[in-house]
């Protein structure tokens, strides 16, 4: 299993962002796409999405930009992900239009549901601002050589 590189750069431009949070300062999409190493056109992609779920919204003008439009404590992985990647399934054994003929017969069904939510359960556990503590607790740590 993969993410795309949709769902990894959203998350780094929603880690960007979660670094202003409060401050009220919108940040320039062009920057963020110069910063994160993406073109324009395949930011814009990215930030529909985000702009479309809410996390992020728009402000207008030459001062104009980008904010996370709700505290990094309350953005999960998950959420994230799912933007990009759809709902977390390993198999699609047991939903909608491909429901497997051998459903109701099948061992390996309850295996898949519980890895399944497991790998959401540990997604919902990691939030933007955990994100970023880890990451200011990394660098704090001295390095050391031997």
Request: glycine share 6%.
């Given at each position: 299993?993969?993410?795309?590189?949709?769902?990894?750069?959203?998350?780094?431009?929603?880690?960007c962002?979660s670094?202003?949070?409060?401050t009220?300062?919108?940040?320039?999409?062009?920057?963020i796409?110069?910063?994160?190493?993406?073109?324009?056109?395949?930011f814009?992609?990215?930030i529909?999405?985000?702009?479309a779920?809410?996390?992020?919204?728009?402000?207008?003008?030459c001062?104009?930009?980008?904010?996370?439009?709700?505290?990094?404590?309350?953005?999960?992985?998950?959420?994230i992900?799912?933007?990009?990647?759809?709902?977390?399934?390993?198999?699609?054994?047991?939903?909608?239009?491909s429901?497997?003929?051998?459903h109701?017969?099948?061992?390996a069904?309850?295996?898949?549901?519980?890895?399944?939510?497991?790998?959401?359960?540990e997604?919902?556990?990691?939030?933007?601002?955990?994100i970023?503590?880890?990451?200011?607790?990394?660098?704090?740590?001295p390095?050391y050589?031997?």
């Amino acid at each position: 299993m993969n993410l795309s590189t949709k769902s990894r750069y959203g998350l780094r431009i929603l880690i960007c962002l979660s670094k202003t949070y409060g401050t009220g300062i919108p940040q320039k999409g062009k920057d963020i796409a110069r910063d994160q190493g993406l073109t324009e056109p395949y930011f814009e992609q990215i930030i529909i999405k985000l702009k479309a779920s809410t996390l992020v919204k728009t402000i207008r003008g030459c001062n104009g930009g980008y904010l996370l439009n709700r505290s990094p404590e309350t953005i999960s992985l998950l959420e994230i992900v799912e933007i990009f990647e759809g709902p977390i399934e390993l198999v699609k054994c047991r939903k909608g239009s491909s429901l497997c003929s051998r459903h109701n017969d099948c061992d390996a069904q309850s295996v898949w549901s519980n890895l399944s939510k497991t790998i959401r359960k540990e997604l919902a556990q990691v939030t933007l601002a955990s994100i970023l503590k880890e990451s200011a607790e990394a660098e704090e740590q001295p390095e050391y050589v031997i």
